[in-house]
């Protein structure tokens, strides 16, 4: 992990960032068409927390206007779930590769998302994720570490007194992601591919 800032001291620290995604468990057709929108930049999308957590994974991403700071995401039943919130203004993923399993009363169905994969990366706009964990080797430009939550510098923002980090860039290898919930305003995935598995074929 590599941070660009001469005013700061070179250290570790837990990189929650990313963006990157967006994976809904289907219930039927209608879940293929939706995204099938998406891919092609005509709709925008919102996902909620559904209760199962999904896996996303980018051989590289981009992103530019990025801050992180705890959150918590609710599900359907009330219920609560501690995140990191990572905001991303615009981000690119190479070869993005989003999964979720769920269980039904068939057993396991999963969904496996590929795209971005051909030379044209997937891109996105004012992401909003809460996750749980994340891997990869990142680079941050100008980054504050211990920011107010309420004052860091993107359009969304924390509560006042909370922990936060943000930096103008940020940029992330090998990206191993587990989340609760994604937003973005647009998500453009090139190269689409979706598939409904059994539960044994996920994001490495």
Known sequence: MKFRNPSLIRRLVSSHAGRIAMVAIPTGVVSAMLMGGVAQGAVPVSFAISGTQFKISSSQLEGTGFSQY?????????????????????????????????????????????????????????????????????EFENIRIGVDASDVNTKAKGSKGDFAQDSDTISIKDLKQDSWSTTASVFTLKDMSLKLTDGSEQCD
């Open 70 to 138: 705890s959150g918590v995401a609710k599900d359907a039943e009330g219920g609560k779930h501690a995140v990191v919130t990572a905001n991303i203004k615009d981000a690119t993923l190479e070869n993005l590769c989003q999964s979720a399993v769920q269980e039904t009363p068939l057993g396991k169905v999963g969904i496996l998302i590929k795209a971005g994969g051909k030379g044209t990366p997937a891109s996105a706009k004012d992401l909003q994720i809460g996750m749980t964990g994340l891997k990869g080797d990142a």
